[in-house]
């Protein structure tokens, strides 16, 4: 079934470490984004692609980097994590239109750094 | 960019009642304004979208109107129900198609 996955779903880290979510679509989206959102709060735009080798940052400034050398995966690294990278992450797909097109979440990956 | 303010950020009704939600937007030239609805603990999911091309969208219990001059789309919830109560988001496409979304409204549909 044609779906949008994120993993872990739960992830436990310690301050300073390195760490990559993971996001896979198997919708042919061209388009990828990345969100940061606490429980019921704002959706906050981190990082974005069209398409393979590009990728823009949102909104957000959440010292994250991204990449998008498959269609299909837009993995999402901390070079170091923070207590105030506490939150969940949001992993998004749509087609590659000039405007709109519906977004398709992943289930999320809730992040807690202790 | 887009700019997209969402109203109110909670909303509280009985079961039973209507519940309505705005939404302005600055890019005129946006021509797709979703609506998605996000339960507690789950992903955000649309439930509702309306083109530049037509004024009212309706299904079922759920509505949006868009008025283009203005510059504003109003989700309407008719016939309140429990499983109403969600965080919803409305949605403009910014720049080359990067969706802006609103803040939410936290939707209590009281039994």
């Known amino acids: 079934e044609a779906d949008i996955y994120q993993t872990p779903r739960y992830l436990v880290i310690g301050t300073g470490k390195k760490i990559t979510l993971e996001c896979s679509q198997t919708?042919?989206?061209?388009?990828m984004y990345w969100y940061q959102q606490d429980p019921g709060m704002e959706l906050h735009l981190i990082h974005y692609?069209?398409?393979?080798?590009?990728?823009e940052k949102g909104d957000l400034s959440s010292e994250s980097t991204v990449s998008r050398i498959r269609t299909e995966h837009f993995p999402l690294t901390l070079e170091s994590a923070r207590p105030s990278h506490t939150s969940q992450y949001l992993c998004?797909?749509?087609?590659?239109?000039?405007?709109?097109?519906?977004?398709?979440f992943g289930q999320g990956t809730r992040l807690t750094v202790v | 960019g887009e700019n997209v303010e969402q109203h109110p950020s909670t909303l509280s009704v009985q079961e039973g009642d209507s519940a309505v939600i705005k939404c302005t937007y600055s890019d005129s030239a946006s021509n797709y304004f979703p609506w998605y609805k996000q339960e507690l603990g789950k992903r955000p999911q649309l439930i509702i979208d309306?083109?530049?091309?037509?004024g009212e969208k309706k299904d079922q219990r759920i509505a949006v109107t868009l008025n283009k001059t203005a510059k504003h789309f109003s989700l309407h919830i008719t016939e309140t129900q429990p499983e109403d109560s969600a965080v919803y988001f409305c949605a403009a496409p910014g720049d080359a198609g990067k969706s802006t979304f609103g803040d939410g409204t936290t939707l209590t549909v009281k039994p």
């Open positions: 919708m042919g989206h061209d388009k």
């Open positions: 309306i083109r530049s091309n037509v």
């Open positions: 692609s069209y398409g393979v080798n590009s990728t």
């Open positions: 998004a797909s749509s087609d590659l239109k000039a405007f709109g097109g519906e977004a398709f």
